[in-house]
C-alpha cells in the first residue's frame, strides 16, 4: 500500500470513529430526555382526594321543643377516593367525624382498603349522628326551626403510594366537607367538599 493509499484509509477510519461518536452521543442524549420526561410525569406523586359524592338520610327524629331542641339521624355515605397516580393508594383504618357548629355528633370507621392507579375507589359508610353533645346551643333551636341545620365532615386517610411495587411514598388524603339537612324534607342540600 502506498502512503497515499494509508493516508485516506486512516482518513476513513477516523471519519468512521467519528460518526459512531457522534451517533452514541445523540442516542445518549435521546434517553436522558425521554427519562427526563418520565421521571417529571409518571413518577411525580400527588396526593389522592377523598371526597362525599352523596349523602342521604335513613332515618331522622327531631324534636322541636323550645325547652330542649334534639336530633338525631343516620346518615349513609357515598365516599370516593380518587387516585391519580400511576401506582395504587393503601390506606390504613381511618375515621371519619361529622360535626354540628365546631361540636363532633357523629362519627364512623373508613375501613382500610385501596385505590387503584388512576381510579376512583368509592365506599359505602352508614354513620349515627345526634345533638346530645351540642344541648344548650342556642342556635340549634333556631336551626330546627328554619329547617336546615349544617352539618360539616372531616376525614384524613393516611397510607402509601405503591409505584411499580418499588417506589414507597407516604402520603395521605384529607376530606373537608359541608352540608345542609333540610329537616322537612328529610334530603341533603348543598354538598360541597374541600
Known sequence: MTTNGQASATALRRRRNMRCIAFVTIGVILQT???LVFVLTIMRIRNPKVRIRSASIEELNVNTSNSSPSFSM????????????????????????????GKRIGETQ?????AYARSTK??????????KK?????DLASDIDSGIMTISSHAKLSGKI??????????????????DVNTTTNSIQNLSCK
Do not use: P, Q, W
Not at 343516620?74 to 357548629?101: E, I
Not at 405503591?162 to 352540608?179: G, R
Open 110 to 114: 373508613i375501613a382500610k382498603a385501596r
Open 122 to 131: 368509592k365506599m359505602n359508610i352508614t354513620v349515627s349522628v345526634n345533638s
Open 162 to 179: 405503591h409505584l411499580f411495587k418499588i417506589f414507597k411514598k407516604k402520603k395521605s388524603a384529607e376530606m373537608n366537607c359541608t352540608m
Open 33 to 35: 430526555a425521554i427519562i
Open 74 to 101: 343516620t346518615l349513609n355515605v357515598l365516599l370516593t377516593v380518587k387516585n391519580t397516580n400511576f401506582g395504587h393508594f393503601k390506606f390504613n383504618n381511618s375515621t371519619a367525624t361529622f360535626s354540628y357548629r
Open 134 to 138: 351540642v344541648v344548650g346551643n342556642s
